[in-house]
T-cell receptor, first 109, second 114 residues
Framework: QQPVQSPQAVILREGEDAVINCSSSKALYSVHWYRQKHGEAPVFLMILLKGGEQKGHEKISASFNEKKQQSSLYLTASQLSYSGTYFCGTEGGAQKLVFGQGTRLTINP | KAGVTQTPRYLIKTRGQQVTLSCSPISGHRSVSWYQQTPGQGLQFLFEYFSETQRNKGNFPGRFSGRQFSNSRSEMNVSTLELGDSALYLC?????????????FGPGTRLTVL
């Protein structure tokens, strides 16, 4: 079952904050976040593990609510370089990762 | 450390042909996963190989197949190409076979089927 991301797209000015949400109808053991810039490969940002452990990026934080089967990615004081499409991925049983449909983030000067 | 490499980067084929894509994982990584990315369907899992064995497979027809060699390099084959197979094919490598292990993506192979 594909996780659902919201919003689908967001436009910000440089310096503003953004929150991207990822919800699953299945129990989550870990949530993976990636960012993909146009024409490039997805780049790993962060893994959130059941139990609260986080591994990843210095300037981007995230939360993982196991009970609600949700994760949120927080981008604070956004920079132009944060533009791209953000994907969350969840472990999918028989699949390595099941990705959400993506959230397109545009940062304007 | 060198990243994940994929060859070729671009391919143009016609319907009915077959194609083979190649992926070399990061040194030391034994898991290679393949994904198809299209604007309409997003990133969809094709299959994962670990130590030359297919561990998992996504919901794709049998025309899509793969294999992994003893050096962990992997190939993906698509036979009898259809227009709908036009996509960016990404491979990703990781150290572990399963669990919450970071996957590192290659630049992808852009396949166009005419």
């Amino acid at each position: 079952q594909q996780p659902v991301q919201s919003p689908q797209a967001v436009i910000l000015r440089e310096g503003e904050d953004a929150v991207i949400n990822c919800s699953s109808s299945k129990a989550l053991y870990s949530v993976h976040w990636y960012r993909q810039k146009h024409g490039e490969a997805p780049v790993f940002l962060m893994i959130l593990l059941k139990g609260g452990e986080q591994k990843g990026h210095e300037k981007i934080s995230a939360s993982f609510n196991e009970k609600k089967q949700q994760s949120s990615l927080y981008l604070t004081a956004s920079q132009l370089s944060y533009s791209g499409t953000y994907f969350c991925g969840t472990e999918g049983g028989a699949q390595k990762l099941v990705f959400g449909q993506g959230t397109r983030l545009t940062i304007n000067p | 450390k060198a990243g994940v490499t994929q060859t070729p980067r671009y391919l143009i084929k016609t319907r009915g042909q077959q194609v083979t894509l190649s992926c070399s994982p990061i040194s030391g990584h034994r898991s290679v996963s393949w994904y198809q990315q299209t604007p309409g369907q997003g990133l969809q899992f094709l299959f994962e190989y670990f130590s030359e064995t297919q561990r998992n497979k996504g919901n794709f027809p049998g025309r899509f197949s793969g294999r992994q060699f003893s050096n962990s390099r992997s190939e993906m084959n698509v036979s009898t190409l259809e227009l709908g197979d036009s996509a960016l094919y990404l491979c990703a490598s990781s150290f572990l076979a399963g669990g919450p292990d970071t996957q590192y993506f290659g630049p992808g192979t852009r396949l166009t089927v005419l």
